[in-house]
């Protein structure tokens, strides 16, 4: 018998995937950096917060290639000593995990939105349907910077985890509506279908129906749509952070050290912003190119 990788392989999904270098670079890309940040702590050279190693005297030291480099430092310093390598790897981490949550928790909520709007109708419909155009007439990342603004004025000295909620909340706030909305248009498409109409002449509750019969066929465009939210997650968590309203500085993500570098960008420590900015533009590249391949490959008009 197969194991799941090998059946994985061998379905129409699995051949998209192998017939397609584009996605598997990406996805080779996308796996190094996940890895690369669950694992910190044994990848990384050093400790970046790891206040008792920092050296002042090792700030802005440039990359070891360079002639003023030191060996140890392969991507060089900040301007406090830490070592840029390792302060990537840990951003990553940072990202990473604010973008996959805040996508988990608004798919959720949208899934739940959606689903509830399209079978039900009525009022329930409108209602929805209105709360979403109210909040698509705002650009996501002000909505985003004004909750997470007021969760720091609110919670000025709050511990990190809390930081991190308010942060994660923020980004979920701003991007349920397109899975409300795919959900419903694909959910509205399902109702008057005939398993559905089955269920219903046997009794089946509508709830029941929901959950077991229409939700699995309405998840094909939401996974689509997860895997290229979550690039955009970790933009907008950058984004923030580079404001100052994101993650806390005694846990700098990628944005943070984009935004501690740019202010040494024009006297010449150009390595402490860049290797933070392509290190945020791979995940996010690689998560867009898987998202554009699995698109394609769950659309039956392409095979």
């Known amino acids: 018998m197969k194991n799941p990788l090998a059946r994985w392989l061998d379905s129409d999904v699995g ?21 690369c940040a669950a ?13 008792s190693a920092l050296e002042l005297s090792d700030a802005r030291l ?5 002639p003023d480099g030191v060996s ?24 990473l995990v604010v973008g996959i949550a805040s996508v988990l928790l608004s798919m959720a909520l949208g899934v739940a939105l959606g689903l509830l709007s399209g079978f039900r109708g009525g009022w329930i419909d409108a209602l929805l ?20 603004g007021v969760g720091r004025a609110l919670f000025p000295n709050a511990h990190e985890s809390l930081a991190f909620g308010v942060l994660i909340l923020s980004i979920s706030l701003t991007g349920w509506v397109q899975y409300a909305r795919t959900v419903r248009g694909s959910t509205l498409v399902e109702r008057n279908k005939e398993y559905v109409q089955a269920a219903r002449v046997t009794g089946v509750s509508p709830w029941r129906i929901m959950v077991r019969h229409v939700l699995p066929n309405v998840l094909g465009p939401v996974l689509v749509l997860a895997t290229i939210q979550v690039a955009t997650a970790i933009i907008t968590e950058a984004t923030l952070s ?9 846990s700098p993500s990628l944005g943070t050290l984009i935004r ?36 394609d490959a769950l659309n039956p008009r392409l095979r």
């Open 15 to 35: 051949h998209s995937f192998r017939s397609s270098p584009v996605a598997m670079v990406a996805a080779l890309i996308a796996f190094v950096c996940v890895f």
């Open 260 to 295: 501690v570098g740019n202010d040494y960008l024009f006297s010449g420590e150009w390595w402490i912003t860049v290797f933070p900015g392509l290190m945020l533009v791979l995940i996010a590249l690689s998560v867009n190119l898987l998202g554009d391949w699995l698109r």
């Open 129 to 148: 349907m209105r709360l979403c155009d109210v909040m698509l007439s705002f650009p996501p990342i002000l909505v985003a910077l004004l909750i997470a």
């Open 39 to 51: 694992f910190a702590g044994w990848v990384s050279p050093h400790n970046p917060f790891d206040l």
């Open 72 to 95: 140890k430092y392969l991507l060089g310093t900040d301007d406090q000593g830490r070592d840029i390598l390792s302060a990537v790897i840990y951003g990553a981490r940072i990202s």
């Open 242 to 250: 580079f404001l100052g309203v994101g993650a806390p500085p005694t």
């Open 62 to 66: 440039p990359p070891s290639w360079r």
